[in-house]
């Protein structure tokens, strides 16, 4: 990790060459989401739910999130569950514990899954 | 990007609603985490890798999701479909006896050559138990198919289970390549043999 990394940690320590450098984990259980260098890092507006409900929040609140690592085959993933179509929004969960939406993925594009860097954890 | 598996294999969750399917498929896990917004839109299906023999394995796993009813599960459903754990609950009499009845549409329905498993979920639960071992497991011999008592609660035997569909749906893979492998080596050399017989039988023709 270069010094500016260790220091302030950003999105950028992350990956090399656009790949994640490490495996990417569920935040809440051990499971194994995807290995490294499977996904490319992308920056992408998209809405998604909270995981957790907020107490003082409506149970569908959410953030719009930026930061994603995209895969272009659903069967790069190590682990991952997918929830019914809501719209054309299919959103990605912890195959293992549940805890979602980690991620999402339109319909539309057959060949794009985005798993939110905010959602899960690196190494 | 290159292919990170050597196996890809879709797998089908079937049995009455209320058996643990759900819990079987979805939750290698225990504790599940509760998220209201997941579990109001529901889960359509999972992906998991799996190492046998060296080799990567992907498994695509689907649940019934609320057609649970036999009736209403046709070819649709079953389309792709290489292995199906049929799953009942040992504290559900009704349960066992209507895995008779998916037996009968998976026949019905699905390829000839789908892999199957029975599994008895919720042996964990003996107390309310209402369905023996020996009555599954003879269910099992007399459609020869594999048996084996589960709790996804407990984490007994779910992922042996899944394991062991996986590895026979592997080899019966592997065979059905070898056999294709030799007929394709042999099916060379018979064309070669038959090429002037089909200009023969032209001839004759003419």
């Known amino acids: 990790m270069s010094e500016a990394c260790k220091s302030t940690p950003t999105v950028d320590c992350l990956q090399e060459n656009g790949k994640n450098k490490t495996n990417i984990y569920c935040q ?41 690592w995209v895969v272009q085959d659903m069967y790069t993933f190590d682990n991952v569950g997918f929830s019914n179509t809501v719209g054309t929004t ?9 805890i979602g939406p980690i991620g999402w993925h339109d319909t539309n594009d057959k060949k794009a899954f985005y798993v939110a860097v905010d959602r899960v954890k690196h190494g | 990007m290159a292919k ?30 509760n998220s209201t917004f997941i579990s109001t839109i529901g889960i359509d299906f999972k992906i998991r890798t799996i190492e046998l023999d060296g080799k990567k394995i992907k498994l695509q796993i689907w649940d ?5 009813r036999f009736r209403t599960i046709t070819t649709a459903y079953y389309r792709g479909a290489m292995g199906i754990m049929l799953v009942y609950d040992i504290t559900s009499e009704k349960s066992f006896e209507n895995i008779r009845n998916w037996i009968r549409n998976i026949e019905e329905h699905a390829s000839k050559d789908v892999e199957k498993m029975i599994l008895a979920n919720k042996c964990d639960m003996n107390d309310r138990r209402q369905v023996s071992k020996e009555r599954g497991e003879n269910l099992a011999v007399e459609h020869g198919i594999k048996f084996m008592e589960t709790s996804a609660k407990a984490s007994i035997n779910v992922d042996e289970a899944f394991f062991t569909l996986a590895r026979d749906i592997k080899g019966k893979m592997d065979r059905k390549s070898d056999a294709t492998t030799n007929a394709k080596s042999g099916g060379y050399q018979l064309k070669k043999d038959n090429a002037p017989k089909k200009s023969f039988w032209k001839c004759s023709i003419l």
């Open chain 1, 28 to 68: 809440r259980c051990p499971s194994l989401v995807l290995s490294s260098e499977q996904a490319l890092l992308t920056e992408k507006e998209f809405y998604l739910p909270f995981m957790h409900k907020k107490k003082d929040k409506e149970p569908f609140d959410g953030e719009t999130l930026k930061d994603y």
């Open chain 1, 90 to 98: 299919k959103y990605l969960i912890c195959a293992d514990c549940e």
């Open chain 2, 4 to 33: 990170t598996y050597d196996y890809l294999f879709k797998l089908l969750l079937i049995g009455d609603s209320g058996v643990g399917k759900t819990c079987l498929l979805f939750r290698f896990s225990e504790d599940a985490f």
């Open chain 2, 64 to 68: 019934t999701a609320g057609q649970e």
